[in-house]
Every structure is written in C-alpha cells, then in structure tokens.
C-alpha cells in the first residue's frame, strides 16, 4: 500500500507536522510512504523526517518569500513571482492565506499524476483540493488535527468538502458525533483516531521532586493566568514545591507582572520552549493543563506516558477522552480557579495517589504509541480500499455507503485498549485451502507459560525475564522438538556465527510445517523465508503460513517474538533458528550453500550423534562432528572491568587526604566529581555484556577496597580484584588515577591472556561476535578514532598529555608518530603483550602507577599505547565496529538517548560525564537511569 500525506508546511514546528512525520515513520514500517508539503521556505524539517520516509516541497522559497524552485513547473523567475503574488483561484484567502495561484499551479499539475492508493489531507483547505483533484481511484482520507467543531472561517472547507471524501477523521468522540449530526445522511465514514506519540525515550517520573509542570504556547487560549493564581495558595503552604511554564508567547510579559505582584518569583518559572519535553514531564510529579479550550492534546499525552499525573480544567473536548478523572488523573470544572487548586494541592499532599495515578497514566499511554496508531490507521485503510470499484467516481463511492453503509467491523486493534489474552481462547481451525491470514474477528490464542500481547501488528509473548541467550535456545529447543516429532533424521550444520543451522530432507517439510502449525499455541511463533545473505523476510505465524511453505523456501527462519511489558525491548528472527531443506538427487542429499558443506551422501545419515549444543540437545553427523571452521575464534576471552563507588563516605575521606597529601594544583580533570559520580552504570554494563556478548568466559572487577550492593560475589563467574592485589608497591595506594589502575590489569590473578577491558561507562548495544575483537589468530583489532591528538600548545588536560606521553615513546623508540586516538569501546587486550610492555618501559609505567592522581607524566596504556605499540610490532590489528559516544553535557541528551533506545543500531556505545551540564544533574540522572533499564530490563547473572 502506498500513502502519501499532504501537508502545507511539512518543515515547520507545529503538533500537525510532528504528528504526522511520527505516524508516516510508523507506517513506513509496512508501506510505501511519501510526505508531500505544498510550500516551505526552510532548506530543513524543524522535526526530523526519517530515512524511511520519502518527502518533497511543491513550492520552495527564499528568506524573502520569493518562490526558488517549484516541483514540475518550468517558467522564468520573473513569471513564477507574479503567479506567487497571485491570490488563489482553488482556495479562498479566508480558508488559508498561504495558497497562492503558483500553488494551485504545482498542485494541480502533481495532483494529476498522483500514484497512491491513500491520500491522506490534512487540514480542510487540503481536504478540499484532494476531494476535487485526486484521481478517482484514489481514496481521500481527511485528518482533523484540532477540536474541529470549534473551528473559525477554516470550518467551511470542512463543512462543505467533507462529504466529498472516502473518510474523515477525529481525534475525539465528540467531534465525531458533532459531525455525524451535521452532516446527517451525507457525512462519509468517519473515525476516531488518537495522535502518536514519538518512539522517543520515555523517562518515567519519580513522583518525589516538589514540581508541577505545564508547557504550551504562552497564549490567553492556555489560560496560564489560572494556574500562576491556582499554584499561589499552594506556594504558601508548601514553599518547597516550584511551578514551571514551558513555552513562549504574547502574554509572557504579562505573566511575569503577575508572578511578580504575587511574590512568587522564587517558586514560578517560565523557562521558555524545550526540546526535550519527555525529560521535563518525567522530572516533574505533577503535570497542570489550564486551556480554556483543548484537543487531543499531546501535552496529555506526553506527560502521562512520563507517568505524570495530570490535573486538567474539563475543556472542551480532549482533556476528558484521554483522563479518566479519579483513575490516570484528575479533572475540574472549566474555569474554576478554586477547584484547580484543591485538586492540584490535593496531589502534592498525597505522595501514594500521585504514584498510583501516574503509574495508571502511564499504562493508559501505550495506547498512544506510535506502532499502535499506525495499526488502527491501516486496518482502516485497508477496510477503505477494499471498496473502491473500477470506473466508480469517488462521489458515487461515497454516495454508494451513504446509501448502503457497510457492517462495522472491529479494527485489527482498538487504539484505546492493550490486548492482553489471560483465558484459554482457541481460534477456529482455518477451513481446508484457505491461508488462515483474515483473523480480524479471531481471539489471539493464549500461551501455556506467558501472556500474548499484540503489538505493531504482531502476535508477541510478554517477556519477563528472558534473555536474549534463553531466548535462542526456546527457538531451537521448538525447532528440535518439532523436527523430532516427525521423525525426520534432521542434523545441525556447523558454522560460523552463533545462530544454529538444522539440516531437513526436503522430503519432510510438510509434515515439519505441520508440527510447528501445532507447536503455534506457545504463542508469538513465526517462520521467515532466508535470502542468500541470510536476511529473513518479514515472518508470518506458524499456523496461519499456508501460503509460505506453498512457495517451498529452500531457507527458513524460526523464532519467537518477545517483548518486556514496557515494549522497549523486543527479540525476533535475529535469535531464530534456521531450516534448511535439502533435496534428494540420487544417493546425495544436495543443500544451497548454507554451511560447511553443500552435499553428503545419505549414508551419513545413519551415522548421527546427539550432542548438546546451546543448552539443547541437538542430532549431529559423526563425520561433521566437532568440526571448528579456520574463522572461528576458540580460546577463552575475559573481561576486566574498572569500578568505584564515588559516593562512599569512607572513600571520600580517603581521598580528600591523598588529595591533601597531593598538595599543588590538578586540572579539573583529575579532580572532578563527575569522574566517579555513578548512576548504576556498572550493573547496566554487566547486563549488556551478558545479553550482547555471552562468550566471554570470566568476569573480573577490579575495585578499592568496596563492592556493589547488588553484586553477587558468589557467582563463579565472577571475581572481586582489590586494588592491593595488583599494585606492586603499596606505597602507590590508595589510587585515584585511572591511568594507575589500568598499567596494573595484567597482574590479576586468573585472568586469561585475551580479554576485553570495559569502562563502567560503556554498554554492548546489540550482540557482538569474539571475532570483532579478536582475531581467529588471537591478534587483539584496535578501533581507531577520527579524533587527532593533535600539537597543543600550553596547557593540556592530563588525557591529552598521556596522549602525548605515549607519542614521544614510540616515536622515540619506532620513529613513528601516533595521529588519532582510539575510540572509547571495549578494548581488546592480550595480557602477554601488556607484561610485555611494562617490562620494556619499567621507568614510565612506575611513574604512572605512582601517581594518586591524573598527571602529566602518566601514560594511557589500555586506551592508547598498548594499541599503537601492537600495530608497530605486528601484534594488533586494524578493525572495524559501529560506536556511538552520548556527552552528558548538552541539552539534546533526551533525543540521543532515544535514538539508541529504539535504533539499537550500535555495537558499542558509551555515556559520558561533563563537568557542567546543560540541564540539572537531578534530571541528567532521570534520563538515563530510565534509559539503561529501558534497554536491559532483565536482571543478569551477576546481580544477586
């Protein structure tokens, strides 16, 4: 299905622009998608469009309002400036101001050879150009972005034109039925369909911070006046309690005259508009909404999907769709100042019911996901298209189900609802020949062991504790089973990579396909034909795929689809198991590249073995067993991490002596709180080594003398490493110098000779492979980064220093000169080459070991030395990984940190501190706290 979206000012900052590039990204997921603006004069979207989206401008101008470039009209400037100048001969000035004759022009001509199967208009001057222009066989779909029926001189367009189109839709109940009544027996199919919210990070609010907050355009239509004199009794009898404006407009002047007369100056701010707006609902306990009138509003929306609870004036229409008052919320009389501030003081009272209404919003908030929407909108688009006749004018569809309306039909998800199937419901068998795919009407069927939810369109088990690890052996364990079943004398085929390979006759696949048709009652079970690269399509459900093993795929995926219940981790084919269906040609069993071999004569087959391959038992060929492929890494890899708990009063007093001791002047870098400042970062680290790099064989974490609380120091696969136990000195100790600590790492005791050393900092994004790091040789690969080291001149932080420390050795001892860093990853390390490098710069490693703190005669060994000393001895190796790097410091640190939440499209990423901030520490501190438990939701292996 194609869908365009027209827009008038697709690159400008408005709820209908962001509203609509967020439900195009979701639909892209599935469909063609196009966003087509009618005039703009900014080089760039305000609200980023993704990749997947295709977009254009009709009518392009300059800074000066001169039309630059118009999409398919070729005539001189001096023509195309009087055209813009031009009022509209489609649009009269009072609908829309913006269209000109140029406009009509462009539209006309890219209306006439629009190729779409859904075109989507988006306000009601658009709405009447679409109804007259668009090609008959396309369908009109109208999208209402405001309370609609409280339009002004914009409401005729809508009024006269709406009945011209295939459907209408609202964001409200009650718009729909205030149009169904004046419409009457002309009114087109009308829907009702929430705004999305943006697949952004969603912090989650504490409800413990003294903060209300509210955001909106500073206009006398938001009636922020009623909240300053709301919020005045509470100041009083709470003082440590703030309200906080987000926005700009006409009336903040006169808002700050009114803050002021009330002497409120220290407990009301107006902070201007935010980019990061999930932050400020998630840092606040209290969300305030005081609009005389509201839509569907997204300030609602954002703030309860925070878990924010909101208190909101009644308006009409929105507020009272979203809130339900007493339950996610709380709703007041219109108006009424006096009510506003009993509500609102009644929440900064009651610390529980802030929580338990929060908490309550935020589940009502899923219903508001993007993913969501997007599959109400397609369930309708679909129900749409299915009625378009050839040769039948868009009117005489229209009339045609006004005459004959058709019989509703439930959408494939009720956008207000979270489809969660507890009770033992059992669909009806799909009749003989049919492809079991039309399940609109159909119960989702339930799972012995875990809930079914649906999500984006697909059936899903709730996951609750699974790691991605368990969640691969589940789909060969099914695989196994379901092949055991039938007899066939399936084996495994070795291979590199982590996903196992299972051989079947071509022979058994029906019966196969029947077996895992029966094995669909676990729920959320899919196949996916494989490519010769090894991508796996889009996957249909193993007892609706009737028409998917008719196409005979010689390659198929299985696997399970599993989501936490906060949707923010998700597994599919990329933990799948592959069959692959060899055929029979003579004495051979003869397969399609898929592994080692591509033919074994059937004979092998009499000769399996069963071995235990990732925790499942799993039928192997005797001649093929304990076969290790030349790319294959094989020796055991550690990792070493560095760690300490900077809030310990007793190492804090520690080092304000050493610091004492110091004496002179540290740079900032070495002296800052920010180094060991710690928000959990070390247990999220340990998960997303757990969930993304499994094959590492040992941890060991070398601290001061402390140990998490959380840590589970029995866990064999775990070691505690004192800093005593490295240093060979101990008049070096106590240490404060991360440089120090990491010349010492190869001195621990048990550590295997390859490992990866991994900042507390730094997280494993998506699954990794041994062969990243190191070579099947055993040679460590470094990461270089684009940074230069540079030549500065003065004074430098003591990093830049090592930098340079490390420069002059080599270029001493190599006649080579280091240009770039590395980039902050996990390194790869050999502890024979570390031994080595000490014993071959005794001087400088004592230096830098006896250094308390961060100093200008340090070296960087793990960072930097040891990396450019293997390439210059032929013991490491150039490699390649995908690293991202999120400072702390900026005020986009909300946009970053959803990017890699809903991307995942990093190997490695780091999070790091700033000295100073851009936003307040508190809120710094809410933001990724909620992220990292968003992206490792599950407790690993060495959290006690």
């Not at 093993?549 to 923010?568: G, K, Y």
């Not at 399996?608 to 290790?628: I, Q, Y």
Request: glycine letters at 8%; hydrophobic letters at 40%.
């Amino acid at each position: 299905m194609k869908i365009v979206y027209l827009l008038t000012w697709p690159f400008e900052m408005g709820g209908t622009e962001r509203s609509i590039i967020t439900q195009a990204e979701a639909m892209a997921h599935r469909h063609q998608v196009e966003i087509v603006g009618v005039i703009s004069s900014r080089p760039e979207p305000f609200f980023p469009i993704p990749t997947a989206v295709a977009h254009r401008v009709l009518v392009r101008t300059d800074a000066e309002g001169l039309p630059s470039a118009v999409e398919g009209v070729d005539l001189p400037p001096r023509r195309l400036e009087e055209l813009h100048a031009a009022p509209s001969r489609l649009i009269p000035g009072g609908w829309e101001s913006a269209f000109s004759q140029l406009t009509d022009l462009a539209m006309t001509r890219w209306l006439r050879e629009l190729d779409c199967d859904v075109l989507v208009t988006t306000t009601p001057a658009l709405l009447a150009i679409g109804s007259e222009l668009a090609p008959h066989r396309v369908v009109v779909v109208h999208q209402e972005h405001r309370t609609s029926e409280r339009r002004g001189a914009t409401l005729a367009p809508l009024m006269s034109h709406g009945p011209r189109v295939d459907a209408v839709a609202f964001l409200t109940t009650p718009s729909v039925e205030h149009f169904r009544d004046a419409w009457g027996s002309a009114a087109p199919t009308l829907i009702q369909v929430l705004n999305p919210l943006t697949p952004d990070l969603r912090p989650v609010s504490g409800h413990k911070r003294p903060l209300i907050v509210a955001a909106g355009r500073l206009t006398a239509e938001k009636r922020f006046d009623h909240l300053i004199d709301a919020f005045a009794p509470i100041a009083e009898a709470h003082p440590q309690w703030t309200l906080r404006l987000f926005g700009s407009g006409p009336q903040e002047p006169a808002l700050r005259r009114q803050i002021s007369r009330k002497q409120l100056t220290d407990q009301v701010e107006i902070m201007g508009p935010s980019s990061v707006m999930s932050a400020e609902w998630a840092a606040a306990s209290i969300a305030a909404l005081s609009s005389r009138n509201e839509g569907l509003s997204l300030v609602i929306q954002e703030a309860m999907a925070a878990g924010t609870p909101v208190v909101s004036y009644a308006c009409p229409n929105g507020p009272a769709q979203l809130i339900t008052h007493g339950v996610d919320g709380l709703l007041v009389e219109n108006g009424n100042v006096g009510e506003l501030t009993t509500a609102l003081i009644s929440l900064v009272r009651d610390g529980e019911r802030r929580q338990a209404l929060g908490e309550a919003a935020r589940l009502r908030a899923r219903a508001f996901a993007a993913e969501t929407i997007a599959e109400t909108w397609e369930g309708h688009f679909l129900d749409l298209l299915a009625d378009v006749r050839d040769g039948e004018t868009r009117l005489e569809r229209v009339i045609r189900r006004t005459l004959d309306p058709p019989r509703h039909r439930p959408s494939r998800r009720d956008a207000a609802d979270d489809v969660v199937i507890d009770t033992p419901l059992v669909p009806p068998a799909a009749p003989s020949g049919t492809t079991g795919t039309d399940t609109v009407d159909q119960p989702l069927r339930p799972s012995s062991r875990e809930k079914i939810l649906l999500l984006a369109g697909s059936e899903v088990a709730a996951n609750t504790a699974l790691l991605p690890e368990d969640a691969r052996q589940e789909n060969l364990r099914i695989a196994v089973e379901a092949i055991a079943v039938t007899g066939s004398p399936g084996f495994r085929l070795p291979g590199p990579g982590a996903r196992t390979t299972i051989v079947v006759p071509d022979r058994d696949r029906r019966r196969i396909a029947e077996a895992l048709s029966r094995a669909a009652d676990v729920g959320g079970l899919y196949v996916a034909a494989v490519d010769q690269n090894g991508r796996a399509s889009r996957g249909v459900l193993t007892d609706e795929a009737y028409d998917f093993w008719r196409s005979e795929p010689t390659r198929v995926r299985l696997f399970r689809r599993w989501a936490d219940p906060q949707r923010t981790l998700l597994y599919g084919a990329e933990l799948g198991c592959d069959l692959a269906f060899w055929h029979d040609e003579g004495d051979h069993l003869v397969g399609h590249g898929e592994g080692i071999v591509s033919e074994i004569p059937w004979e092998w087959l009499t000769e399996r073995t069963t071995v235990t391959h990732g925790g499942v038992p799993v039928a192997e060929l005797s001649r093929l067993s304990g076969f290790t492929s030349v790319d294959t890494v094989t020796f055991d890899i550690d990792a070493v991490y560095t760690w300490v708990d900077g809030s310990d009063p007793a190492w804090l007093t520690t080092r304000r002596s050493r610091r004492a001791e110091a004496g002179g002047r540290l740079h900032l870098e070495a002296d800052s709180e920010a180094r060991y400042r710690s928000r959990d970062e070390l247990r999220y680290s340990l998960r997303s080594l757990e969930y993304h790099a499994p094959w590492v064989r040992h941890v060991f974490l070398v601290t001061a003398g402390q140990v998490p609380s959380w840590v589970a120091e029995d866990h064999p696969g775990l070691t505690i490493v004192d800093h005593r136990d490295l240093f060979q000195r101990p008049a070096d100790l106590p240490t404060f110098n991360s440089h120090a600590i990491e010349s010492q790492l190869h001195h621990i005791d048990g550590l295997a000779d390859h490992f990866l050393y991994v900042n507390d900092d730094v997280f494993f994004g998506r699954p990794v492979s041994p062969d990243m790091f190191f070579t099947p040789g055993g040679l460590p690969r470094v990461f270089k980064s684009p940074t230069l080291v540079g030549f500065p001149s003065g004074e430098a932080p003591p990093h830049v220093r090592a930098a340079l420390n490390n420069r002059a050795l080599l270029r001493r001892d190599f006649g080579r000169t280091i240009t770039n860093g590395m980039l902050h990853v996990a390194h790869p390390m050999r502890r024979s080459l570390l031994t080595e490098l000490e014993e071959r710069y005794p001087v400088e490693y004592a230096l830098t070991a006896g250094h308390p703190f961060r100093h200008d005669e340090d070296l960087s060994v793990t960072s930097s030395l040891v990396q450019h000393y293997g390439l210059l001895t032929g013991q490491a190796v150039y490699g390649n990984i995908r690293a991202a790097y999120v400072g702390l410091g900026g005020d986009d640190i909300g946009r970053r940190l959803g990017q890699l939440l809903t991307e995942r499209n990093f190997d490695v990423f780091s999070i790091g501190d700033f000295h100073d901030t851009g936003l307040p520490e508190e809120e710094v501190d809410d933001m990724v706290r909620s992220f990292l438990q968003a992206y490792w939701p599950f407790p690993g292996r060495y959290e006690s």
